[in-house]
């Protein structure tokens, strides 16, 4: 095979699934220029494993799977998660930002604007939480994964899952009820 | 617990479910995707023919920008020389953020190690707004350790930035020109 087909046949096997990846490194990694170095190292990483790609029926999980654990791998070895934190609670931006031109209170400024300040407030709340309870609640409370995709996804157990679950959002709704952001 | 509790507890549940369903989903900015791709068959490719492996996440960073400063260090003394290297050169546009990512090459971990970092005038770091100089304690495995700074420009000025790792009475620095356009 040219190289050029085996770039082709390695974009038909990815890109169907580039969104739910791209989201999902989002999820894990909780900023985008983390996320999308996340992203990236898992297509590169893919690329080296076109051979296996290639059999594998359904590449998607695989990928997910690849990517979480290239998360875990990068967690152990570096130490930055400070300096992340720090930075996305205080720019809070991105996965803001496109809400106000968006969504289906545009029409109303004031309903817009309350609903990006409770959008801002959860997401400085899901900043304070351990990563494993901020992605296990991001991935089934808003990606819609099911806690058997998470399982399989993590390895954890779909107990723990379930428990990380329930500790993350009532951890949620502690922050956010002193916040008043819940009444 | 009361019944009562348990049945607030239950609708705030409800209620921070339905907040997080409404949480906006990420999106790709536009052509990121073609980027990704492009990289990951360059360097794919490369790595299939050297078997060399890059460290961390950072095969390429948000739009390409990214700038590696690499050092061997803690290996004798006090403190160590430079490495004699030419320093090396970013050169960033106004206000627009750009990744410098510091790779850190440890003989052996190291815990409670000192990162101070010295920003040129009108440089700052992203989170980090009108603070010239950061320093933070940090922990570095043994091996490569990757650290991102997103930087901002806010002044044509430009300057050089600094990095100080300390651990016990070991130190090493690195430097960076900035350049702003």
């Given at each position: 095979m040219s190289r050029a087909e085996q770039n082709l046949a390695f974009e038909r096997l990815v890109r169907p699934h580039f969104d739910r990846l791209y989201r999902l490194a989002w999820r894990l990694a909780g900023s985008k220029a983390e996320a999308e170095d996340l992203f990236q190292e898992l297509l590169i990483k893919a690329y080296g494993k076109i051979d296996e790609l290639a059999h594998i029926e359904q590449p998607g999980p695989w990928l997910s799977r690849v990517m979480h654990n290239l998360f875990i791998d990068e967690k152990r070895r570096f130490t930055r998660q400070r300096m992340h934190t720090v930075e996305e609670a205080q720019l809070?931006?991105?996965?803001?930002?496109g809400l106000a031109a968006s969504g289906?209170?545009?029409?109303?400024p004031v309903a817009n604007q309350q609903q990006l300040e409770r959008v801002q407030h959860l997401e400085k709340a899901l900043a304070q939480l351990s990563d494993d309870h901020r992605i296990v609640v991001l991935l089934h409370d808003?990606?819609?994964?099911k806690l058997t995709e998470i399982q399989e996804l993590t390895g954890v157990a779909v107990g723990t899952v379930k428990s990380r679950l329930h500790r993350a959002r009532a951890r949620l709704r502690e922050i956010l009820t002193a916040d008043g952001t819940l009444s | 617990m009361t019944e009562n509790h348990e049945n607030s507890g239950q609708q705030d549940d409800l209620e921070i479910q339905a907040l997080l369903k409404d949480l906006p989903a990420p999106e790709a900015d536009a052509g990121f995707y073609e980027q990704a791709l492009a990289r990951a068959t360059l360097q794919g490719a490369r790595r299939q023919r050297t078997r060399w492996v890059l460290a961390g996440f950072g095969g390429a960073v948000a739009a390409g920008l990214a700038v590696w400063l690499i050092g061997g260090m803690?290996?004798?003394?006090?403190q160590l020389p430079d490495t004699g290297a030419s320093i090396p050169e970013v050169t960033m546009a106004l206000e627009e953020p750009r990744t410098v990512n510091l790779v850190f090459s440890a003989t052996e971990a190291m815990t409670h190690a000192t990162l101070t970092l010295s920003l040129p005038a009108g440089v700052e770091l992203a989170g980090f707004p009108g603070q010239s100089e950061i320093t933070w304690e940090t922990r570095l495995n043994a091996g490569r350790n990757l650290l991102p700074l997103k930087l901002i420009a806010l002044t044509p000025a430009g300057g050089e930035l600094l990095a100080t790792l300390e651990h016990d009475d070991r130190n090493r620095e690195f430097r960076l020109r900035v350049d702003v356009t």
């Amino acid at each position: 095979m040219s190289r050029a087909e085996q770039n082709l046949a390695f974009e038909r096997l990815v890109r169907p699934h580039f969104d739910r990846l791209y989201r999902l490194a989002w999820r894990l990694a909780g900023s985008k220029a983390e996320a999308e170095d996340l992203f990236q190292e898992l297509l590169i990483k893919a690329y080296g494993k076109i051979d296996e790609l290639a059999h594998i029926e359904q590449p998607g999980p695989w990928l997910s799977r690849v990517m979480h654990n290239l998360f875990i791998d990068e967690k152990r070895r570096f130490t930055r998660q400070r300096m992340h934190t720090v930075e996305e609670a205080q720019l809070g931006d991105d996965g803001v930002a496109g809400l106000a031109a968006s969504g289906a209170a545009a029409d109303d400024p004031v309903a817009n604007q309350q609903q990006l300040e409770r959008v801002q407030h959860l997401e400085k709340a899901l900043a304070q939480l351990s990563d494993d309870h901020r992605i296990v609640v991001l991935l089934h409370d808003n990606e819609g994964y099911k806690l058997t995709e998470i399982q399989e996804l993590t390895g954890v157990a779909v107990g723990t899952v379930k428990s990380r679950l329930h500790r993350a959002r009532a951890r949620l709704r502690e922050i956010l009820t002193a916040d008043g952001t819940l009444s | 617990m009361t019944e009562n509790h348990e049945n607030s507890g239950q609708q705030d549940d409800l209620e921070i479910q339905a907040l997080l369903k409404d949480l906006p989903a990420p999106e790709a900015d536009a052509g990121f995707y073609e980027q990704a791709l492009a990289r990951a068959t360059l360097q794919g490719a490369r790595r299939q023919r050297t078997r060399w492996v890059l460290a961390g996440f950072g095969g390429a960073v948000a739009a390409g920008l990214a700038v590696w400063l690499i050092g061997g260090m803690l290996l004798n003394g006090p403190q160590l020389p430079d490495t004699g290297a030419s320093i090396p050169e970013v050169t960033m546009a106004l206000e627009e953020p750009r990744t410098v990512n510091l790779v850190f090459s440890a003989t052996e971990a190291m815990t409670h190690a000192t990162l101070t970092l010295s920003l040129p005038a009108g440089v700052e770091l992203a989170g980090f707004p009108g603070q010239s100089e950061i320093t933070w304690e940090t922990r570095l495995n043994a091996g490569r350790n990757l650290l991102p700074l997103k930087l901002i420009a806010l002044t044509p000025a430009g300057g050089e930035l600094l990095a100080t790792l300390e651990h016990d009475d070991r130190n090493r620095e690195f430097r960076l020109r900035v350049d702003v356009t």
